[in-house]
RNA sequence: GGAGAGGUGGCCGAGUCCGGUUGAAGGCGCAUCCCUGCUAAGGAUGUAACGGGGCAACCUGUUCGAGGGUUCGAAUCCCUCUCUCUCCGCCA
């Protein structure tokens, strides 16, 4: 949700359009919004006055009551219809106040997908490894797709072996720097109520994505970020304990609708994955910085995994609604011969908190929290990235320097 | 799964049976001031959030777990939901 009374500001607004907001939209809201100012208004008047004749009603004598009773009848009568002309006109520009995305912010580029800035590149372009991350997968005996169809579907696999040791210590590992950085790890609920999904700004956008238990009315989250969003829904937060920075561990759901097709290979894009996931509550002047270091260390974690990568600044045209602005992490996939995308973080600013109603206190009142969110390790894809830099030449895998110690392994064979 | 008890302001806790100066007693905490040589103790006053209008003093609306209903009027009555606690059963 973004601020209404923001909404005339002509910077807010252009902000606001280079994400591709209607200007249509963004003018119905204004007229809807200046409507429901005078009608609020006028409703909180007959209100007041409803309010002061049955007050009177309570301090009359029981003779004097009567009349007064029928009096205050027709006030209320007035009341209601006002009432329930302001309560449609309230949802129309709820309604369309929602759609409406926050502004991009200046340092975030014009333009669609694929018109991202590259901001940094680190490492070369390795040529492709003699397997790809799915045969390699099957040749190492770390994934079975075939399997996962079989129990699951399509989309599910089996992650057996070493790999599953490696995992665990990538996970190990990024979690003891997030500890480190003050991050307090978390393992939330991953099934969570309807209103959690629509609080956190998943649905109704995304409900298609998200799987359902309709029995009990919950919702298999497709990160971590949803319950973590819901620790401190409604909470008025100590300002000098901001930022509070959370690390949550949670399996993923995704349907992956719309997706038929689109890689398939492997466990690249699979319907349930682990991932370690940071998320933020910062004031609202130090959620920038809180964003670059989102930023930093998503990049420690790969420069430390000797991945090659680029980070992108997300262009306006591309970002979500709640976003601000997005950096994403992409790492090179030889397979493919592209970058693709590993992690990202996100800066809200108070798009989310206004949904979730989380403000923190200050001298002078309170304020909307600011939320950011971004990946640690999405530990199947990251499985995937590893087992294409680090697959040798005899088919034989190399276990990154810095999760040696973390799983205890140097180098892994195929089962004989 | 069965039975019962509860959710009131930053916290504790009255009020709910018998609806009306109760946005809510009292206490704790907190803030300011007074008293005191200092500390302890004591005294006075103040102390909810959120929205709308106004340059402002201020005016006004909403909120007693959530939502709906009855009523001129609901913390109080009715319905639905939700959460917490206790006991029984079951269980990784």
């Not at 333009?111 to 492709?128: F, H, I, R, W």
Request: charged share 25%; with cysteine; glycine share 8%.
């Amino acid at each position: 949700m973004i601020d209404l009374k923001q909404l005339s500001d002509p910077a807010y607004r252009a902000g606001m359009e280079r994400k591709g907001a209607d200007p249509a939209l963004v003018d119905q809201v204004l007229e809807l919004s200046s409507k429901h100012r005078d009608m609020q208004l006028a409703v909180e008047e007959l209100r007041n006055r409803s309010n002061t004749v049955s007050k009177e009603i309570g301090k009359a004598s029981p003779d004097e009551r009567p009349a007064k009773i029928a009096a205050a009848g027709l006030v209320k009568a007035d009341l209601t219809e006002a009432e329930a002309a302001y309560g449609a006109l309230d949802a129309d520009l709820k309604a369309a106040a929602l759609q409406l995305p926050l502004p991009a912010h200046e340092s975030v580029p014009d333009g669609g997908e694929d018109e991202g800035t590259v901001v940094a590149t680190v490492g070369g372009t390795p040529e492709a490894p003699p397997m790809d991350h799915a045969d390699f997968g099957r040749h190492i005996g770390w994934v079975n797709n075939e399997l996962g169809a079989e129990v699951s579907g399509s989309r599910f696999a089996y992650i057996t072996g070493a790999a599953v040791q490696i995992e665990f210590a990538l996970v190990q590992w990024a979690l003891g720097k997030l500890v480190a950085r003050g991050f307090n790890p978390v393992v939330p609920p991953v099934l969570v109520r309807e209103q959690m999904m629509i609080d956190a700004g998943f649905f109704p956008t995304d409900q298609h994505q998200v799987y359902g238990i309709p029995e009990d009315d919950l919702y298999l989250v497709g990160t971590a970020e949803v319950p973590l969003a819901g620790m401190h829904r409604k909470d008025r937060l100590d300002i000098e304990k901001l930022p509070l920075r959370y690390a949550g561990f949670s399996t993923c759901f995704r349907r992956e609708a719309g997706t038929y097709g689109k890689d398939t290979r492997g466990i690249f894009r699979v319907h349930q994955f682990d991932k370690l996931e940071m998320f933020i509550w910062s004031p609202a002047d130090k959620s920038w910085d809180e964003h670059e270091l989102l930023l930093e260390i998503e990049r420690e974690i790969l420069d430390e995994l000797e991945l090659p990568y680029r980070v992108v600044n997300i262009a306006a045209g591309d970002l979500g609604n709640a976003a601000a602005k997005k950096y994403d992490c992409e790492v090179w996939l030889p397979s493919e011969g592209a970058y693709r995308e590993v992690t990202s973080c996100s800066n809200y600013l108070d798009y989310s908190a206004r949904r979730l109603d989380t403000r923190v206190k200050t001298e002078n009142g309170s304020e909307f929290a600011h939320t950011l969110n971004g990946t640690a390790i999405p530990v199947a894809r990251m499985l995937v990235f590893l087992m294409e830099h680090y697959q040798q030449a005899d088919g034989t895998f190399s276990v990154p320097e810095v999760l040696r110690s973390f799983c205890g392994l140097d180098t892994v064979a195929p089962p004989a």
